[in-house]
T-cell receptor
Framework: DTEVTQTPKHLVMGMTNKKSLKCEQH?????MYWYKQKAKKPPELMFV???????INESVPSRFSPECPNSSLLNLHLHALQPEDSALYLC?????????????FGSGTRLTVV | GDSVTQMEGPVTLSEEAFLTINCTYT??????LFWYVQYPGEGLQLLLK?????DKGSNKGFEATYRKETTSFHLEKGSVQVSDSAVYFC??????????????FGKGTKLSVIP
């Protein structure tokens, strides 16, 4: 298995809703990442998990809450989002943050906040 | 800090034309370099990579050579196809401190290939 699987592919949520994005990989990678990508822009790093511990939080608002239950799974919990949070949310993984390697990206969840 | 500069797009080419997308970088360390491709509505796919000077990465007819003297990693393809229409991101991975490597992306170049 050489894939990163993200669910759902599309999500529409209201500003008072609570939802979660899910990301899964079975490549034995020990680093996992959440990125946010707005239209016609490069991905922006949000969070990095290394060996299931939060390693980097790029000053992301607390309405985004990441969770890494085990080495294969990464969640992003969403609460009280704003319309400007609408974007493509990408998950990625790599063998480790201590290596200068490329990442494997999922196909993303396209989030619309109404 | 580290940065990646790509040529501004969009780039529009006819099928079978030669493609070059320029990429230059600034890094404090000795980075690895990557090209990613993003097809419409999809995530990013690693297209090719190079880890040291003079390395040539290649995949699906695309090539890029790690040039340390000019700090460049230009993407080339001899004959593009309509199916190559996508956004291409140049990126580097460098030690951001304490032995932690992070990807830094360029702004992306949109390529449109017309029949």
């Amino acid at each position: 298995d050489t894939e990163v699987t993200q669910t759902p592919k599309h999500l529409v949520m209201g500003m008072t809703n609570k939802k979660s994005l899910k990301c899964e990989q079975h490549m034995g990678h020990r680093a996992m990442y959440w990125y946010k990508q707005k239209a016609k822009k490069p991905p922006e790093l949000m969070f990095v998990y290394s060996y299931e511990k939060l390693s980097i939080n790029e000053s992301v608002p607390s309405r985004f809450s990441p969770e890494c239950p085990n080495s294969s799974l990464l969640n992003l919990h969403l609460h009280a989002l704003q319309p400007e949070d609408s974007a493509l949310y990408l998950c990625a993984s790599s063998r480790g943050i201590e290596r200068a390697e490329g990442y494997t990206f999922g196909s993303g969840t396209r989030l619309t906040v109404v | 800090g580290d940065s990646v500069t790509q040529m501004e797009g969009p780039v529009t080419l006819s099928e079978e034309a030669f493609l070059t997308i320029n990429c230059t970088y600034t890094a404090t360390g000795y980075p690895s370099l990557f090209w990613y491709v993003q097809y419409p509505g999809e995530g990013l796919q690693l297209l090719l990579k190079a880890t040291k000077a003079d390395d040539k990465g290649s995949n699906k007819g695309f090539e890029a050579t790690y040039r340390k003297e000019t700090t460049s990693f230009h993407l080339e393809k001899g004959s593009v196809q309509v199916s190559d229409s996508a956004v291409y991101f140049c990126a580097l991975s460098d030690d951001s401190g304490a032995g932690s490597y992070q990807l830094t992306f360029g702004k992306g170049t949109k390529l449109s290939v017309i029949p």
